[in-house]
């Protein structure tokens, strides 16, 4: 059985940083592809950012770029989620989630397996 455990989460001012891991339990970690989700409230949950199974490609959301990096230790089974500049519109449940890596649909929150709880983040102003 694979489990997917996000920690990390907390409460965060305007411009300032976290950093979220998921640790992946069962299953073959190094065949996964790894992405990360958040749902802000209203919204259906949507793409953060992903990860190949071996780290060589990484994949993120438009509002994402240049301030969030996703990356993986597979020898630890976990892969991470550095937040900085965070905005207040930042604030969501944060989610991991894993797929067999086929090479496609990364962003593609139904093409995923297995998924964690959620972490929650919330940026004050």
């Known amino acids: 059985q694979v489990q997917l455990v996000e920690s990390g989460g907390g409460l965060v001012q305007a411009g300032g940083s976290l950093r979220l891991s998921c640790a992946v339990s069962?299953?073959?970690?190094?065949?996964?592809?790894m992405g990360w989700f958040h749902r802000t409230p209203g919204k259906e949950r949507e793409f953060v950012a992903a990860i190949t199974w071996n780290g060589g490609t990484t994949y993120y959301a438009d509002s994402m770029k240049g301030r969030f990096t996703v990356s993986r230790d597979n020898a630890e089974n976990t892969v991470y989620l550095q937040m900085n500049s965070l905005k207040p519109e930042d604030t969501a449940v944060y989610y991991c989630?894993?797929?067999?890596?086929?090479?496609?649909?990364?962003?593609?929150?139904?093409?995923?397996?297995?998924w964690g709880r959620g972490t929650r983040v919330t940026v004050s102003s």
């Open positions: 989630a894993a797929k067999i890596d086929y090479g496609l649909g990364y962003n593609i929150k139904n093409d995923y397996t297995y």
């Open positions: 069962g299953g073959t970690f190094n065949s996964y592809a």
